[in-house]
């Protein structure tokens, strides 16, 4: 088993305010990663599409048949989606490795598509809470002075109060935590300042529910 070829697209970037949708967001990756691999399209025997909260901010379920509807030589292509939270993908890539082990396929092409930024920053968070279960109390009014409802930075915070109650802190949340990633750049921003060699986790609300983290 081999992985022909692959492509990764720009985090930074802003594809709503860019004008694009979930349809471009697509054509670029499985244009990209066939021009990679070296393969036709017509060379895919199945498609796997990892996508975790398309019916929230795409307003559509069947995202599996996105890379047939921008590629038309993925046509007649058996092609699913696969909803595993933040291991959509991974899942994703696992149902892929199945289908080439039993030797009912050659070739799959795996692909990971979301966009969390195409509605505002509190609805996002709205959209994510429900990943902790339904959240009953928490604040009305953000720092920003903008009316808000619980969602997930409630719901989130929530669930490390009770464990931190229930559980007490853990060592990963004492100890200082290599950096091992470097610090995110916004798309047209400054340079970040390069992170230290370790950092000490800490607990901090966010500027405002406008400031979602949520990203694509």
């Keep these: 088993m081999w992985i022909l070829g692959g492509y990764q697209s720009d985090f930074a970037r802003n594809l709503t305010r860019e004008g694009h949708d979930f349809a471009a967001l697509t054509a670029e990756v499985v244009d990209a990663t066939l021009a990679t691999a070296k393969l036709d399209a017509a060379g895919i025997e199945v498609v796997h599409v990892g996508n975790a909260f398309g019916e929230m901010f795409a307003r559509q379920g069947h995202l599996g048949a996105m890379p047939a509807t921008v590629c038309d030589g993925l ?29 009912a396929y050659d070739t799959a092409l795996v692909v990971g598509i979301e966009l969390e930024k195409t509605v505002p920053g509190d609805t996002a968070a709205q959209h994510l809470g429900p990943r902790h279960g339904p959240v009953t109390r928490g604040p009305t009014r953000a720092t920003c002075g ?32 290599p950096a091992a990633t470097p610090t995110p750049r916004p798309a047209g921003g400054p340079s970040p300042i390069p992170s230290p060699t370790t950092t000490t986790p800490t607990r901090s609300p966010r500027a405002g529910c406008d400031a979602s983290t949520a990203a694509k």
């Design 146 to 177: 903008r009316p808000c409802s619980p969602g997930w930075p409630t719901s989130t915070t929530a669930g490390t109060d009770w464990t931190m109650r229930t559980c007490g802190p853990s060592p990963s949340s004492t100890s200082p935590t």
């Design 75 to 103: 046509w007649d292509t058996p092609a699913s989606r696969h909803e595993a939270a933040c291991a959509s993908g991974s899942v994703a890539a696992l149902a892929a490795m199945a289908d080439l082990r039993s030797g």
